[in-house]
């Protein structure tokens, strides 16, 4: 894969943590920024596809959650289940 130059400003205390992750690494800075640049790429990526699936099922007319029941789930401990869709009586 062909590299190009990408020109970034960043906080100097974020640029010092990147310099100690590469040196323990014993990797470059550029290296670790750019496996990091991958890493938030391929979310956002998979986050849109998430959503984009999520939004072709309701379409479809897949029953949906209760934004009560998501919002009480992501107050909860890690332990909660997922709520499901409630049945529409």
Known sequence: MASTSF???M?????????????F???SASYVANLAIR?????RHATRD??????RQVDAG???LQARDVHDWLLSG?????PGPRDAT
């Open 39 to 43: 890493a938030f790429v391929e979310e």
């Open 11 to 23: 906080d100097a205390e974020l640029k010092s943590e990147l310099e100690k992750i590469a040196r």
């Open 50 to 55: 998430l959503v984009r699936e999520g939004l």
């Open 78 to 82: 890690d332990s909660a289940p997922f």
């Open 7 to 9: 020109t970034h400003r």
């Open 62 to 64: 897949a029953p949906g």
């Open 25 to 27: 690494d014993d990797r």
